[in-house]
């Protein structure tokens, strides 16, 4: 798959996403210092989240649009409330897409209804980002894939099912540019709940690529998912987690996402190929094995001892596999201590 000219796939480095969110705290200049941040500390894209408070939910205080759980970062929000703070007004777009291009980033955004779609296409959106909590949503996965723009999906929370959906859906309209996210949609999530030995299965299970939704602090579960065969990582990004914000206490701070994007790159160069003998680069280190050589000065007949004969550094004689063999054989010249032992010195 290619977002715009750069390649997401295992033949390329980690496609790495910095995800806005409300980080920008309702200030546009605040959002534009995201955007270079971002940029500076390696991502690939930015991304946004297209809606407004009324296109994401009902302004009512009733049963289910009150958040309940306790241990919820926004415990006694009004969902209507929490999405008009959090959301990214739509006259803001244009320029901070316009800034990440002028700083060779791209610029996409998560839709939540068919408006939003209409409104990104005008703005010549890369890519598309369907959110875990809408992947049951097929006809907006519909109406996204028709735009033939490259799809990337999260999957927290879903079954086998439900993700399947999704990408057929996808497909059924013509469009295979697709990747799906392992995701855990806790915020935060933690390593042992992230379970990312699903991502190789998911990938012959669906049949398209695989990245990860991280929103595990730090940067270790995304390059342990880089080594099971992740594609794209996205993380929440803010400048400094101390400025708050409805994402922040989960989000990446510039000098972080830059440890994410030197070590994903690392764990991605360093899958590589099956193979066993050692590589060309190790070719040198061949001299510092062990192998057979004359640990005393000895007389042409005289016959090879543990005594005369040891297994040692550096490795110009025979192998140590042949020393047992070669014990009791006569040496057919004189021979000083420090010469490697090699077939041409026997008798």
Request: with cysteine; net charge neutral; aromatic share 8%.
């Given at each position: 798959m290619?977002?715009?000219?750069?390649?997401?796939?295992?033949?390329?480095?980690?496609?790495?996403?910095?995800?806005?969110?409300?980080?920008?705290?309702?200030?546009l200049d605040r959002a534009m210092d995201i955007v270079e941040a971002a940029a500076a500390s390696g991502a690939d894209a930015i991304k946004l989240q297209t809606y407004t408070a009324d296109t994401m939910t009902l302004n009512t205080r009733a049963p289910g649009f009150v958040i309940e759980d306790p241990?919820?970062?926004?415990?006694?929000?009004?969902?209507?409330?929490?999405?008009?703070?959090?959301?990214?007004?739509?006259d803001w777009h244009g320029p901070i897409m316009e800034r990440a291009a002028s700083l060779g980033m791209h610029c996409f955004s998560s839709p939540f209804d068919d408006t939003a779609v209409d409104f990104l296409e005008s703005l010549?959106?890369?890519?598309?980002?369907?959110?875990?909590?809408?992947?049951?949503?097929?006809?907006?996965?519909?109406?996204?894939?028709?735009?033939g723009k490259p799809m990337i999906m999260s999957t927290g929370m879903a079954s086998v099912a439900e993700i399947d959906d999704a990408v057929r859906a996808a497909k059924a309209e013509g469009n295979d540019q697709i990747v799906i996210l392992k995701?855990?949609?806790?915020?935060?999530?933690?390593?042992?709940?992230?379970?990312?030995?699903?991502?190789?299965?998911?990938?012959?299970?669906?049949?398209?690529?695989?990245?990860l939704s991280d929103h595990t602090m730090?940067?270790?579960?995304?390059?342990?998912?880089?080594?099971?065969?992740?594609?794209?990582?996205?993380?929440?990004?803010?400048?400094?987690?101390?400025?708050?914000g409805v994402d922040s206490?989960?989000?990446?701070?510039?000098?972080?996402f830059r440890q994410l994007r030197t070590e994903t790159e690392r764990a991605w160069q360093a899958i590589g190929r099956i193979t066993y003998g050692g590589t060309q680069a190790?070719?040198?280190?061949?001299?510092?094995?062990?192998?057979?050589?004359?640990?005393?000065?000895?007389?042409?007949?005289?016959v090879l001892t543990r005594e005369?004969?040891?297994?040692?550094?550096?490795?110009?004689?025979?192998?140590?596999?042949f020393h047992d063999e070669l014990l009791g054989k006569a040496v057919k010249r004189d021979v000083t201590l420090g010469t490697p032992v090699s077939w041409d010195l026997l008798a």
């Open positions: 290619k977002i715009a000219e750069k390649d997401v796939g295992s033949g390329a480095r980690p496609y790495l996403i910095a995800e806005m969110s409300g980080n920008h705290n309702q200030s241990s919820s970062l926004w415990a006694g929000r009004q969902l209507y409330d929490l999405y008009d703070e959090a959301h990214t007004p739509w010549g959106a890369p890519a598309y980002k369907i959110a875990s909590f809408e992947i049951t949503d097929l006809p907006l996965i519909r109406k996204v894939a028709q735009t995701c855990t949609s806790t915020y935060p999530a933690t390593p042992e709940n992230t379970n990312i030995s699903t991502i190789p299965n998911m990938r012959e299970t669906f049949g398209v690529d695989v990245g730090g940067c270790g579960v995304s390059v342990a998912a880089v080594a099971f065969g992740a594609v794209l990582i996205e993380k929440h990004f803010t400048l400094r987690r101390a400025d708050g206490t989960f989000s990446m701070e510039p000098e972080e190790e070719e040198k280190s061949r001299a510092f094995r062990r192998s057979l050589y004359i640990s005393r000065d000895m007389k042409a007949g005289e005369n004969m040891r297994i040692i550094r550096p490795g110009y004689g025979l192998s140590p596999r």
